[in-house]
T-cell receptor, first 113, second 114 residues
Framework: LAKTTQPISMDSYEGQEVNITCSHN???????ITWYQQFPSQGPRFIIQ???TKVTNEVASLFIPADRKSSTLSLPRVSLSDTAVYYC??????????????FGDGTTLTVKP | GAVVSQHPSRVICKSGTSVKIECRSL??????MFWYRQFPKKSLMLMAT?????????EQGVEKDKFLINHASLTLSTLTVTSAHPEDSSFYIC??????????FGPGTRLLVL
């Protein structure tokens, strides 16, 4: 299972763009990258998933360089309600151990007014 | 996104009793589900992989006789904490794996053992 490394914490202000980078140096060819958001006493919520290049949905963008050894979650114009812990997960898409992954420590994002 | 439910959301029990937690995928079938536990201000720790129709696979250090997992159908996995003790108090979270390879998580179950 690929190990991930993220900054422990980040601060931002309302309305700013926030970029959280995750390192996953030993990512395998069949692995994909998924980002989750977790509020206290709740299960993680799916944000975005990608394999390479750039993926965008209604809440975030995910940038993955060609070597795939890192990924960056971009949250446009954050609000106070985006204060949460953000996790990146690396997991296999198919076959043995599909979906199985190890959670890193996550990044605690604090958005200030 | 896909919906995964857990029941109960919180439970308080006496030491020595057993507690069952249900995890259901409400709008998709999941051959594989995962069970995690999370301590305050810590990350999620994978306990076991639940496979429909076969035995669960436990992570190192997790007692399979203590944490019984049954994946009876493609939409239901249960975790039973047997002979619970105060040190088993934690936040238990399940996830269900879609065919796309994405995990969707339940809301979690808070267990308090007195």
């Amino acid at each position: 299972l690929a190990k991930t490394t993220q900054p422990i914490s980040m601060d931002s202000y309302e309305g700013q763009e926030v970029n959280i980078t995750c390192s996953h140096n030993n990512i395998a060819t069949n692995d994909y990258i998924t980002w989750y958001q977790q509020f206290p006493s709740q299960g993680p919520r799916f944000i975005i998933q990608g394999y390479k290049t750039k993926v965008t949905n209604e809440v975030a963008s995910l940038f993955i360089p060609a070597d795939r050894k890192s990924s960056t979650l971009s949250l446009p114009r954050v609000s106070l309600s985006d204060t949460a812990v953000y996790y990146c997960l690396v997991a296999r898409a198919r076959n043995t151990n599909a979906g199985k992954s190890t959670f890193g420590d996550g990044t605690t994002l604090t958005v200030k007014p | 996104g896909a919906v995964v439910s857990q029941h109960p959301s919180r439970v308080i029990c006496k030491s020595g009793t057993s507690v069952k937690i249900e995890c259901r995928s409400l709008d998709f079938q999941a051959t594989t589900m995962f069970w995690y536990r999370q301590f305050p201000k810590k990350s999620l720790m994978l306990m076991a992989t639940s496979n429909e129709g076969s035995k669960a696979t436990y992570e190192q250090g997790v007692e399979k006789d203590k944490f019984l997992i049954n994946h009876a159908s493609l939409t239901l996995s249960t975790l039973t904490v047997t002979s619970a003790h105060p040190e088993d108090s934690s936040f238990y979270i399940c996830s269900a794996l879609m065919e796309s390879g994405t995990q969707y998580f339940g809301p979690g179950t808070r267990l308090l053992v007195l």
